[in-house]
């Protein structure tokens, strides 16, 4: 009879889901979860636990005290994470010495009361378990760029969807910009919001990225902005802390490097593709020429192929090569001020710095070896991303190149620029095999392009700032977004600032 009495001893009931609704200011939760106790007399009485917990689940899921990321469960009522839940567990020993009893287990999402060790399932609890590992199904997904509804954390703080802002942790807004302009390219962005698409994968910036797509797009989130910080040290990680946290780094090396990483992370071993190749791969063709002694026995070769050459010394070269950014390479800027004693900041076209992958513009290249070069892109991506070449670096300082560039918002139209080869053509052959064939005519003829980000520079080299201008798609709306700032702009601003990094996405019709 005493053992029936101690096991009936705790007992959870459920609550009501509006109970949840009461977590409100600075991320503040507050639940109220009735438990019924047995005393030895029978009579039964209800005991109100109330949790008051700073939850931020952005951080790593390390136990505050054995440093371990094993079975770690984090404490609703002040937030801490700890290893384990049995006798002799860190979350056991705090559950005792801090009078906290409500513990939820990281990996499983499952909610404990410590230290009697019985689960707690109520539906009310599923808040925390979105917040905790936000969840998209495929409508959902298919449903991101026709929402215009802003959601509301809560703490009270209204917030777009996909515009949140990033927590600069320290001097990490290069990867915050990055970040946001990725978010822009919708394939991209579906393919990481749902966790199928990559669980083969094993390596941990990959999922680091999935987790903070999810949160940035997640509508049910406790406040209005997310910290990357998981998402960092997977980079400092794989990237052996050439970008880390508390140094500035440049937003093209940042993100030539992680599209590159993901992709390796994630082709399959049968076909070198991947997401990132589908998204952002163009293909190149060099025609390169250079000279030296070295190349004699190489030259003879190369002769042979290009049927002569005029100059005995000259070596000349043609092959494809794929790409994921262009390099764009900006005229000097001018040595000498005007009468009004100011510099004067040149302007230049976007069409005219395109003329360099027109296949006939020249460009010396000094290293690895000094060479003639000729640029001509043969394939062109779904979403291509331009690069302007700003910084110059020497032995002593790093110069920045003030022109700014004059670029269209919409339709860059790329073929009268750009010349690209027709389409090949089909042979005839069935009827339904033609139907088949004309659509995948009309994609590789489609070169108009929309920018969807822009990442620009203020400020000296070593001491500036970086900021980005993004599109919302359900809306066409352009807005300014700098660390934690996300406000609305006018796309005619968007043109007037120093473009450093912009994504276009090619349109859908031709």
Known sequence: ????????????????????????SG?????????????????RKIVLLRITAVLDFDFEKFCSISLTNLNVYACLVCGKYFQGRGPKSHAYTHSLEAGHHVYINLKTEKVYCLPDGYEINDPSLDDIRHVLNPRFNREQVEQLDKSKLWARALDGSDYLPGLVGLNNIKETEFVNVTIQ??????????????????????????????????????ARNFKGQVSPH????????????????????????FVSWLLNTLHTDLRSSKKNTSIIYECFQGELEVEK???????????????DQNGGSENPNVVKETFKMPFLMLGLDLPPPPLFQDVMEKNIIPQVPLFNILKKFDGET?????????????????????????HMRRFTKNNFFVEKNPTLVNFPVKNLELKDYIPLPPPKKVKKSLAKDDEKSQPKDTEKSRTKYDLIANIVHEGKP?????????????????????DLHVSETLPQMVALSE??????ELQQQP
């Not at 990725?182 to 579906?190: F, H, I």
């Open 462 to 482: 070593n001491e500036g700032s970086y900021r980005v201008f993004v599109q919302r798609k359900s809306e066409e709306q352009w807005y300014e977004v700098q």
């Open 181 to 218: 302009a990725l978010m822009r390219v919708t394939p991209l962005r579906n393919f990481f919001l749902i966790p199928e698409n990559y669980q083969h994968c094993k390596s941990p910036l990959v999922h680091r990225f999935g987790e903070l797509t999810r949160k940035i797009w997640h």
């Open 499 to 504: 473009a450093y990094m912009q994504v276009y």
């Open 27 to 43: 991320g503040i939760a507050r639940i109220s979860i009735p438990l019924i106790d047995r005393d030895i007399a029978g009579r």
């Open 362 to 386: 020249i460009t010396e290249v000094v290293r690895p070896q000094l060479a003639r070069m000729k640029y001509r892109v043969t394939k062109l991506p779904p979403y291509i991303i331009l």
């Open 230 to 253: 998981e998402f960092l040290q997977a980079v400092m990680k794989a990237s052996k802390k050439r970008f880390r946290i508390g140094a500035q780094s440049d937003p093209v090396e």
């Open 289 to 303: 020429e250079t000279q030296g002694k070295g190349a004699v026995d190489r030259r003879e070769n190369v002769d």
């Open 1 to 24: 009879m005493m053992m029936t009495m101690m096991k009936m001893r705790i007992m959870p009931i459920s609550f009501k889901g509006s109970e949840l609704d009461r977590w409100r």
